[in-house]
């Protein structure tokens, strides 16, 4: 149970890692494969709009309830007295979905983080921290995604720093990166560095972008590049569109698909047409139709396009 726990607590993380980035609904990012693992069975469309919401000017404006105020003293005692993996994960773990009360705890669980003996429950120790988004947890997890000793608890911390980086740590980040031999830790570091979105980091970041010898992570740098440097100069767009055209790792261009889509403007879509015209690897070609928002169906591919536009003309 507790390794489920964990499954899901880094699904983000592995879709980044398998090169998978693709465009959630409305135009916003997210890290959904465009199809199943198998190849065979397509993603679920995306879930219908929610009704939009009341303005607080609005007479029948009705606020929300406020959320309970949790006692976490329980809960943290029940941590402490915890044995095995399974039951200290699953201690942890209630303490996130506790709520917003529960950041109180994100001291106490910052501490064990640095004592814990057992990397899948410092692992768990990590998600949690991060879901708390408490700042009292931030030197903690930095301190973790730099020096523990397994690469999967260093990930998981680096990706919990992004639930609570400021502008004003990226720099830290960054250096964190530049120090860090593991492709996949590298790769949450950038997520963290993206959540920040620092316009101060878009050199490194391009560089990154560039030269990374992994490709996942060249992606994923392009990805922060983009969130990083809207308003400064370089030429982020035709920075973007170079990777798109002369990287021949699928996992770097798609990356790059998903960062020049968050630009919308005419010159990223001129330039998403025109890699559609020229793309081979059939993960690239979903994820460029997807940007455009065409449809990438099964059986829906270049032929069903071509037969859709030759019976538009005909008609």
Known sequence: MARLGMLAGGIAFAAVAAGVLVL????????????????????PGPAPAPPPAKPRSDPKYVPPPPLPVVDVRPMLD?????????????????LALAGPSAAAAAG??????????DPEVRQKLAWTLGELRSRDAW???????????????????????????????????????????????RTAFL??????????????????????????????????FASASGGEGGGPIEE??????????PEARLGAIEA???????????????????????????????ALGQDIRPGMGDAGEEEGAAAGGGG
């Open 78 to 94: 029940a941590y402490a007295a915890a044995r095995g993996t399974e039951a200290k994960s699953l201690a942890a773990h209630s």
């Open 139 to 185: 030197r903690a997890l930095l301190e973790t995604a730099r020096r523990d000793p397994e690469a999967s608890v260093r990930a998981q911390a680096a990706r919990a720093l992004g639930m609570i980086a400021s502008q004003g740590d990226a720099q830290e980040i960054l250096a964190a990166i530049e120090a860090e031999g593991d492709a996949k830790v």
């Open 260 to 290: 020049l889509a968050m630009a919308r403007t005419p010159e990223s879509e001129a330039a998403l047409r025109a890699a559609l015209e020229r793309e081979q690897d059939a993960r690239v070609k979903a994820m460029l139709r997807m």
């Open 108 to 117: 106490e669980l910052s501490t064990a983080l640095g004592k814990e003996s």
């Open 24 to 43: 959630g609904g409305g135009g916003g990012a997210s890290l959904t494969p465009p199809e199943s693992r198998d190849g065979l069975s397509p993603a």
């Open 191 to 224: 997520e963290a560095i993206r959540s920040a979105r620092a316009p101060g980091t878009a050199e490194t970041l391009r560089k990154l972008m560039r030269e990374d010898p992994d490709p996942t992570v060249r992606g994923m740098a392009a990805v922060a």
């Open 240 to 249: 973007l569109i170079k990777v798109l055209e002369r990287d021949r790792s």
